[in-house]
């Protein structure tokens, strides 16, 4: 099996930055696009950044020039840049993504979330 791990949440005063981290664990061959989606109370799950294998990116409009998506293979871990953060950026962040493990097969694992909190 693959697990993802997200980490870095926490609360910031609007304005501030925070790094979120996603770790991929198991029996890994390839780590091909990852995703990091939000979802606020009350609202819809959102991709807010995507990244893929050639390290392409592209984010949703509204975090657009704040945020940037950055992968380690070497690592294999995904991180979520996030600066001028805004109360509306509150949300649980989640990451995601496709994996191919040593054994041929493909997954699509989600982290079990990390809560960011912008208030002040």
């Known amino acids: 099996q693959v697990h993802l791990v997200e980490s870095g949440g926490g609360l910031v005063q609007p304005g501030g930055s925070l790094r979120l981290s996603c770790a991929a664990s198991?029996?890994?061959?390839?780590?091909?696009?990852m995703a990091w989606y939000r979802q606020a109370p009350g609202k819809q799950r959102e991709l807010v950044a995507r990244?893929?294998?050639?390290?392409?990116?592209n984010y949703v409009d509204s975090v657009k020039g704040r945020f940037t998506v950055s992968r380690d293979d070497a690592e294999n871990t995904v991180y979520l840049q996030m600066t001028s953060l805004k109360p509306e950026d509150t949300a649980v962040y989640y990451c995601s993504g496709d994996i191919q493990d040593r054994f041929g097969h493909f997954w699509d694992p989600w982290g079990q979330g990390t809560q960011v909190t912008v208030s002040s």
């Open positions: 990244i893929t294998s050639d390290n392409s990116t």
């Open positions: 198991g029996s890994i061959f390839q780590i091909n696009g």
